[in-house]
């Protein structure tokens, strides 16, 4: 079995929000557990509200966590000293979505990219400009481009530098958060094609928070569905996407539009929007907007209990119902032996 | 609502830059039925914002039309003088931006914005455009309009403020919408509503104009569809032609990169 390079266990981020003596709590990401492991890409997906950003933002300790441990590559991450930290990023590096806005506009690509061979690898000039040039080359970029700077650059050339910076390191982990949403379907696929490449190269593990439930379905070998700080669903992309068994990742399934003519969707639909993740009670986090709420789902929150290989959900009636009859397209009878 | 067709005819036009004209609509020709929601889908900057500035002539200053016709009931928009064209803007041709909270007034009730819309292209007074302000927010679906009405833009979610621009483009019964990416940047359960209403809009007669980048929203909503590329019309075709039988390379190229095609990817 191959290494696991990132994991957290028990992640938690909570907000105080309020006045003084009228204190609440947000909690923006609930009990976290994720690994990821060499040469593997995991998908965190959900909308927007639902933590996925601020999970990736506390695996690097850009927010930091309420609770819970992340380990890289088996070692613990402690934000301090700040050098451990530092050391930290050197395995995990972060690709952001918007180019436009992650990328300093006075650098130079050259600079850009030589800046964490400077400041992490303390490669000297000459090392510094062979490897920036290996870099340009890795990533689909011309050696012209080294002098331009990003406001030259197209979006899909910016998103390239990106990921070049990312991986000048030479990271064990990278955390891709939309890298591909601010770009045309044209470019996406080139994007998504690079990283591909890159991993099959490098072995790199990659976490990739995205809400493209399309590319989700094309990179991932496995996916973790979050609602409301919570992973209500995990397990292979394949088993996932074939047989969704928590009501949320059906309705969130069945509303993705696909673009072929004449596919008749059978949607599966919850009531109201994603509500306000301020004091929360105990219970399922769905329980207001889903159908199939039972007085069950009020009492406590529901653990991830398996339904096949790597497959876990969340959710009691899903779960505990073996005999429960078949509905539509979609629909998964719980403990339904594997194929 | 009875809708009417929008003909866009050889449209041409060019920005004006320091450094001279440089063309960015090429003879742009289309037809958007009644009753129908026609998409036009590109890439960025294929033109298709543009266009649909164009045909209610908000496009920008710099934006020069060449020549072409935007016919609606065989009346030419484009030769309307500005006052007659400020009666048919909002009144029988309307539009719905991309970012609804971005687009809405921070600082007045939603329900007041509405009001001003109606008001100003119907003689009616403050109370009955309030009352008719509410009823638009109902009729698009916003749970206890009457209380939404009095709320701001920030106390509506992305979905609701889309809604309530929607509502705001309805509320003087317009024979044309044009939706410039009304559901980017929306969740895709969202997505999915809004989209579902756009149709309800159209099976009562409406006429619709769908800028949209998301060949998935086009499949499954869409009537016919306006392939754009670098400021021209690569293809015109129904949505099943366009989705079965892509004559165009371009377009068969587009639906390949939408569909993440196994070998588009190594």
């Known amino acids: 079995m191959t290494a696991i390079v990132l994991s957290a266990s028990g992640l938690r981020k909570h907000y105080r929000i309020g006045a003084l003596g009228d204190h609440r709590t947000l909690v923006a990401v609930d009990d976290v557990d994720l690994e990821v492991r060499a040469g593997e890409t995991v998908a965190l997906v959900g909308e927007s509200g639902s933590g996925k950003s601020t999970v990736a933002r506390c695996l690097v300790h850009l927010v930091e966590p309420t609770a819970g441990e992340v380990r890289v590559a088996g070692e613990p991450v402690r934000a301090r000293p700040v050098a451990a930290l530092t050391r930290v990023y050197r395995d995990v590096q972060m690709v952001f979505q918007d180019p436009n806005s992650s990328l300093d506009p006075r650098m130079t690509v050259r600079a850009l990219l030589a800046e964490p061979l400077r400041l992490h690898l303390r490669l000297r000039r000459r090392e510094r400009d062979d490897r920036v040039r290996e870099l340009v080359e890795m990533v689909g970029l011309r050696t012209d481009h080294l002098d331009r700077y990003p406001h030259q650059l197209s979006g899909g050339q910016r998103q390239r530098v990106g990921i070049a910076r990312a991986l000048a390191v030479r990271p064990r982990v990278v955390i891709l958060d939309e890298p591909t949403s601010s770009l045309d379907v044209s470019v996406r696929g080139q994007i998504l094609d690079l990283l591909a490449r890159v991993q099959r190269e490098l072995r790199i593990g990659y976490l990739f928070i995205t809400h493209d439930l399309a590319v989700v379905r094309r990179v991932a070998h496995r996916v973790l569905v979050m609602y409301l700080g919570g992973i209500v669903e995990q397990g292979p992309t394949g088993a996932v996407f074939a047989r969704p068994v928590h009501p949320y990742t059906r309705a969130l399934l069945s509303a993705a539009p696909v673009p072929e003519w004449g596919v008749r969707r059978e949607r599966f639909h919850l009531t109201g929007e994603i509500p306000s993740p301020v004091d929360l009670p105990d219970q399922c986090r769905l329980v207001g907007r889903c159908p199939l709420a039972v007085p069950a789902c009020a009492h406590a929150r529901p653990p991830l209990v398996p339904v096949g290989p790597g497959h876990a959900a969340a959710c009691p009636v899903e779960t505990s119902e073996p005999t429960a009859p078949p509905r539509g397209p979609g629909a998964v009878r719980a403990g339904a032996a594997p194929d | ?266």
Request: charged share 25%; hydrophobic share 45%; with cysteine.
């Open chain 2, 1 to 266: 609502m009875s809708g009417a067709s929008l003909r866009v005819e050889g449209l041409t036009g060019h920005f004006r830059t320091r450094r001279g004209a440089v063309p960015v609509l090429d003879d742009v020709s289309f037809t958007a039925r009644a009753g129908q929601v026609t998409a036009i889908v590109g890439e960025t900057g294929s033109g298709k914002s543009l266009t649909a500035l164009s045909i209610l002539r908000i496009a920008p200053p710099e934006f020069v039309v060449e020549r072409g016709r935007v016919l609606l009931d065989e009346v030419d928009l484009l030769t309307l003088p500005e006052r007659r064209m400020r009666a048919v803007r909002g009144a029988r041709v309307s539009m719905v931006f991309q970012d609804a909270r971005a687009a809405l007034n921070p600082v007045l009730p939603v329900g007041r914005q509405l009001a001003d819309v109606c008001r100003l292209h119907r003689p009616v007074n403050r109370r009955d455009a309030e009352k008719a302000a509410v009823e638009a927010l109902a009729a698009v679906q916003i749970p206890d309009a009457a209380r939404r009405a009095r709320q701001y833009p920030h106390e509506f979610s992305g979905g609701m403020a889309q809604r309530a621009l929607i509502a705001m483009a309805l509320i003087c019964e317009p024979e044309v919408v044009v939706f410039d990416e009304p559901t980017t940047g929306l969740d895709v359960t969202i997505q999915a509503e809004i989209m579902a209403l756009i149709g309800t809009l159209t099976a009562g007669g409406l006429t619709a104009l769908l800028i949209t980048h998301d060949l998935g929203v086009v499949a499954e909503t869409c009537a016919a569809v306006v392939v754009m590329r670098d400021g021209r019309v690569v293809e015109e075709a129904s949505t099943e032609d366009v989705f079965t039988r892509p004559r165009h390379p371009y377009t068969a190229e587009l639906l390949a990169a939408s569909r993440l095609v196994e070998g588009s990817l190594a």
